[in-house]
C-alpha cells in the first residue's frame, strides 16, 4: 500500500506544491482544506483521521506531537506515521526530505514511526 501525507495547518502550502511536483500523484491533503479536517482539529484528532485516511502527519510540533502518538499506541491504536519537521528547514529540504521517505519506506514501514527530520 502508498501513502499520502497530511500536512497540519501550520505548514506553508509551498511545500505540498513542491512534493506533489516531485511525486506525481501522491495524496497530499491540508489541515483546513476539504476534504481534510478544518483548522484548529486536535492533534490526536489529527492522528486519527490520518490514520484512518493511510495518511502519514507532517507536522511542526515537536512539542507534544510524540506525547500524542505515544498515548495512542498505549491505548491500542496505531498512528501511520508522523513527520516532524524543525521550523529552521527550508522548504526545499522539508519536500526533498517527504520524497525521500516516499522513496525509502513502503507504508508499513511507517506504522507508528516518527521520522523526525531534516535528515
Known sequence: MTFGFLFDENYPHDIAALLSQQVP???VQ???R???PPKG??????LEYA???NLCLVTFDLKTMPGHVADRILAGN???GVALFVRSASHGKMADDLHHIVQSYDFDD???RIEYLPY
Not at 482539529?41 to 489529527?46: A, F, G, I, K
Open 110 to 112: 511507517m506504522i507508528d
Open 34 to 36: 476539504q476534504p481534510a
Open 51 to 53: 490514520d484512518a485516511n
Open 30 to 32: 491540508m489541515v483546513g
Open 41 to 46: 482539529t486536535s492533534d490526536p484528532d489529527l
Open 25 to 27: 500523484g501522491i495524496v
Open 78 to 80: 496505531r498512528t501511520t
